[in-house]
């Protein structure tokens, strides 16, 4: 009996240790079976190449009805165990099905075959880039790479090296640092997404830039509420009699001739770079922006251009820097010292303005007029695509430096009056040209909300009563000039789909400059901003207007015959003084009602 025991206790042994090895193999089988499938998924591979083939399905078929056999079940290998397991094999093999397909590229698609949707910085220091495509590109491996491009770079760089590699699908997302302030900061950069081919690179992407550039900013001040969009080029040795003016708004000039040294004075290091300020001209700025916002005015900086000579020649674009006796030039966003300077610039000057207790700016002008090539934005001529798109490199790095610093700031650039009247004789561009080009080319590369500063003088600008009728102000889009008896064709232009902001919304659009001379007569220098300031109102799409100006110029009136101020080089407030003061007051119509038979008519 107990021979008889040992003998049943020895082939009971041995079936366990047979069905522990028959478990484990089955078990190590349907692990590789898993494990082969994930390979396809990670690997991209096609399942309509490289999915399991007849023979293979056949005994996968063999290999799950051979679970069902009951003498397979013991306490080592149950029911439980092998439903697992073949569930997990299903799972792997649907994501294999449902893996996109793999698309040979053609030379048409291959540089926009994958979108980048979104370049965002997230968390303050991250950049996240966000992609999409309609299926995977074939290529040497199963990557794609991001590449970083400088601004003024419209192609992977020679030599680059990718900031990081992502497994490709339909929808992915690559996160990176930001780098603010430091020498390898990503703040001003595009990104492209490229995949391997034949060993090199090849960008599948058209380049983006970070859209949101405030989500960095240490500041957000965007202003003070007001009553009305009045608003005047102040006289700087006169700034105590603004307070009588009842303003909402002042503009005022920053030359960077001006607020730039080459040694001492305040050091700014940006981006590993030391810039110099002046500090009695800087400390001179602090205390106007401090006396006009505690009237309750806000600021509008004016950034000029008139380095050309200065320690700073980076800031000028290099074909600008000779051949003009231009007041201003065209900022360089073209070379890697040029983006450098212009950044350091104008994050030195929003960080000072946005909340530090020097006085506050709340929108920001880069440039004077820039399709008055010859006079106001000087590079040699050339086609109007590649000026603008030079002004346009350089703007974004304005408008991404200054947001990185005061989230709610606006930045606008500003044309003149002229529409479409401009042509390779006068050597300047349409104004209706530039804006077409630098819209289209800031939405292509990922759109920001920049605003428009617009001039709408009477053209010529001696043409004080601009209600009378010319051949150069008509109501159609193609009018030659656009002054305020046509300011609808400006403000309906902006509410083109093209135009709008990335909300949808028609973009912030200020007068930065208007005014008329009194050289005609005072009463029709009066009646004539009392007729604009209501076509203005009822309009509804301008948010501030800046009068030019407090005091007439002395170098305007000898050089161009304009008196445009509200009173004379010495002081004598003109006629058009009172009307200004009370033109949003309680007062206004016993301060314009003169104006409608100069004018015509009624008109408020």
């Known amino acids: 009996m107990k021979k008889r025991g040992r003998i049943r206790s020895g082939a009971r042994a041995r079936r366990n240790r047979r069905l522990v090895i028959l478990s484990s193999i089955v078990a190590g089988s349907a692990l590789i079976f898993v494990v082969l499938a994930a390979i396809y998924v990670i690997f991209g591979m096609d399942p309509s190449k490289d999915a399991l083939e007849p023979e293979e399905a056949t005994d996968m078929a063999i290999f799950e009805s051979s679970f069902q056999e009951p003498e397979l079940v013991s306490e080592y290998l149950n029911s439980s165990i092998i439903s697992s397991i073949v569930d997990a094999g299903h799972s792997v093999t649907e994501a294999v099905k449902k893996r996109p397909k793999t698309v040979e590229m053609t030379d048409a698609n291959r540089s926009t075959f994958v979108n980048i949707d979104n370049c965002l910085i997230v968390d303050t220091k991250k ?27 419209d192609s992977i760089p020679e030599n680059a090296e990718p900031l990081a590699k992502i497994y490709k699908n339909e929808n992915t997302s690559f996160t990176i640092n930001l780098n603010k302030g430091q020498e390898d900061s990503r703040l001003f950069s595009k990104f492209t997404v490229a995949v391997k081919q034949g060993g090199e690179y090849v960008s599948v992407a058209h380049s983006k830039y970070i859209t949101n550039p405030g989500a960095c900013a240490g500041y957000s001040y965007g202003g003070m509420k007001h009553h009305s969009i009045k608003g005047i080029l102040p006289d700087p040795l006169r700034i105590s009699e603004l307070a009588d003016l009842n303003l909402s708004y002042a503009a005022y000039n920053i030359p960077l001739s001006h607020i730039l040294v080459s040694s001492g004075g305040i050091s700014y290091n940006y981006d590993g770079v ?64 040029g983006v450098r300077a212009c950044a350091a610039v104008a994050s030195f000057l929003a960080g000072r303005y946005s909340g530090s207790g020097h006085g506050n700016v709340s929108m920001w002008i880069i440039a004077n007029e820039v399709n008055a090539r010859k006079e106001y934005n000087y590079m040699p001529y050339v086609d109007v695509e590649t000026y603008t798109l030079a002004f346009t490199k350089a703007f974004r790095v304005f408008y991404n430096a200054i947001l990185s610093q005061n989230s709610a700031a606006k930045v606008y650039f500003s044309i003149d009056q002229r529409w479409t009247m401009n042509s390779q004789k006068t050597g ?116 501030a207007l800046m009068l030019s100006r407090q005091t007439d110029a002395s170098d305007e009136i000898a050089a161009l015959k304009l008196a445009l101020g509200l009173q004379t080089t010495g002081g004598k407030h003109k006629y058009i003084y009172n009307v200004f003061k009370y033109i949003d007051t309680d007062k206004r119509k016993d301060v314009i009602s003169f104006a409608y038979d100069i004018v015509g008519k009624t008109f408020d």
């Not at 950049?127 to 770079?153: H, M, N, R």
């Not at 309750?296 to 200065?310: C, E, H, K, P, R």
């Not at 005014?515 to 009392?530: C, N, V």
């Open 127 to 153: 950049v996240q880039i966000d992609c999409s495509s309609e299926g995977i590109p074939s290529s040497d491996d199963k990557y794609y790479y991001l590449f970083e491009e400088a601004t003024y770079e």
């Open 274 to 337: 030391t810039y110099h300020f002046n500090t009695g001209v800087i400390e001179t700025y602090d205390e106007l922006f401090k006396k006009l916002n505690k009237m309750g005015i806000d600021v509008a900086a004016i950034v000029l251009n008139n380095a050309n000579t200065s320690t700073y020649p980076d800031l000028t674009h290099p074909d600008a820097r000779r051949g003009s006796t231009a007041p201003y030039y065209m900022f360089n966003g073209v070379t890697d010292g």
């Open 428 to 543: 300047d561009y349409n104004a209706k040209d530039f804006l077409d080009i630098l819209a289209a080319s800031i939405k292509e590369d990922g759109d920001i909300d920049w605003g428009l500063a617009a001039h709408p003088y009477s053209y010529p600008n001696g043409n004080t009563a601009f209600w009378k009728s010319t051949k150069y102000t008509t109501h159609s889009v193609d009018t030659p000039a656009i002054s305020m008896d046509n300011l609808e064709v400006l403000t309906n232009y902006m509410q083109r789909p093209e135009m709008l902001d990335t909300s949808g919304d028609v973009r912030s659009i200020i007068l930065s400059e208007i005014g008329y001379s009194s050289t005609s007569g005072e009463t029709l220098q009066a009646a004539a901003f009392a007729y604009a300031y209501s076509i203005m109102e009822k309009n509804g799409y301008i948010d």
